[in-house]
Nanobody
Framework: QVQLVESGGGLVQAGASLRLSCAAS????????MGWFRQAPGKEREFAAA????????YYAESVKGRFTISRDNAKKTVFLQMNSLKPEDTAVYYC???????????????????WGQGTQVTVAS
């Protein structure tokens, strides 16, 4: 059974940083592209970042580029999202997701991802 468990969310002031983690089990982690999505109240789930399983190449939404960094540790089966210079508009539930195995695409479409975590709340106060 595949499980993705996010952690690291919380309430912070604008300009602060948070580091989200997503621990995976039940899948061959190193063969999955991992993504982070977020969903704000009343809005659709949107792509934030992804990291390719083979090359480790990161991809970012324009709204987070330069502030967020995605990384992965295949030995620990964990993907991270370092979020700096947080803004109130970053407030959302953040989800990690897995797409694979061995996919060649780098997709921003949530429908392409096979497995999802339960999410972790990030709230940025102004």
């Amino acid at each position: 059974q595949v499980q993705l468990v996010e952690s690291g969310g919380g309430l912070v002031q604008a300009g602060a940083s948070l580091r989200l983690s997503c621990a995976a089990s039940g899948l061959t982690f190193s063969t999955y592209t991992m993504g982070w999505f977020r969903q704000a109240p009343g809005k659709e789930r949107e792509f934030a970042a992804a990291i390719n399983w083979r090359t480790g190449t990161p991809y970012y939404a324009e709204s987070v580029k330069g502030r967020f960094t995605i990384s992965r540790d295949n030995a620990k089966k964990t993907v991270f999202l370092q979020m700096n210079s947080l803004k109130p508009e970053d407030t959302a539930v953040y989800y990690c997701a897995a797409d694979g195995p061995y996919v060649t695409r780098m997709v921003r479409d949530a429908a392409a991802y096979d497995y999802w975590g339960q999410g972790t709340q990030v709230t940025v106060a102004s």
